[in-house]
């Protein structure tokens, strides 16, 4: 692997990634098997819209999606396990431990963080101070372009939150932890270095979300699409969905050894974001991580950005004494 240099500085690393979609393999197997994993990714999408759209209000609640939201989980577990992408990507126990500890750590610890500092507040403060009846533009609009537009600009505020986590050092060093992962599986988008995790976690989308059943429905949405970053399975997305929606090979790009790679594909759903700004990249890539996938123990994915970030500000400031010259 040749190192790609800024000075004397390596900043990345060269590595095998297959570009264009011509190149990447279709599904193998029988004629049921390739309409499944043709089908499946729209055919959840739309029945997700058709569910939110028309479900009762005893039904049309938060608790209701979470419920949806762990059985999703479990079904694309069991996808992992017949379809997967990459045999290199398997769930190992190790692995396991570690995803484990993080989705315990988003639905404890995190939350509890995110009620108090998060958007949440924020919104709710915003919403407050310009009162609902200036909206009423807004929540009169149909229910899928109100839910569209909530995740539309949750989505937009991300991209550019990731794509400044790429190039603003202060921000690297948090989000480089989730980097380093060398393998996709539908609980990684939950390991990274919580302060990353908080941070890509605020959003404006909020701001929009009147109606309990638009951001239900906006929630929804963005599950049945962003979930694909982060998910061992080989599908044959159709043209339409991949050219509108951000896919496992393109995450797994972002998520490449190769330096260049890593610079794109920074949306989390819409994918047609990146392709709007210049920085989309279809292709895929199987090694993933960072330092040639060296992997991180959990206690240095919470300690790396404060020791690299110490080092750096020595770096920057700190100089020895001798270094000075005596007046
Ligand atoms: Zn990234
Ligand atoms: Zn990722």
Redo the contacts with the bound molecule.
Sequence with gaps: MNGIRVGNRVVGTQAPVTIGWENIPRVQGGPFKQWFFTWFQPVVLFGLIVFWYYAPNSIAKASTAIGIGVGFKILLLALEWVNPRYDSWRLTWKELATDLFYVGLGYTVLRLVDGYLGDGPMIDAMQGYWHLEKFQWFTGLPLLVQAFAISFIFDFGQYWM?RG??NWQPLWLP?SV??YITQLNINKGAVGNPIELFLISLGIGGFFDFLPRAALMAGAIGMAIGTYQHINVRFNSPRWWRFLFNTTEHHSL?HSQDFESTRSNYAGSYIFIDRMFGTCIDGEAELLGMEGGRRMTISEQMTHPFTEGWKALKEKFGRSPTAVPAE
């Design positions: 990731h986590m790429h989000h989730h980097h972002h």
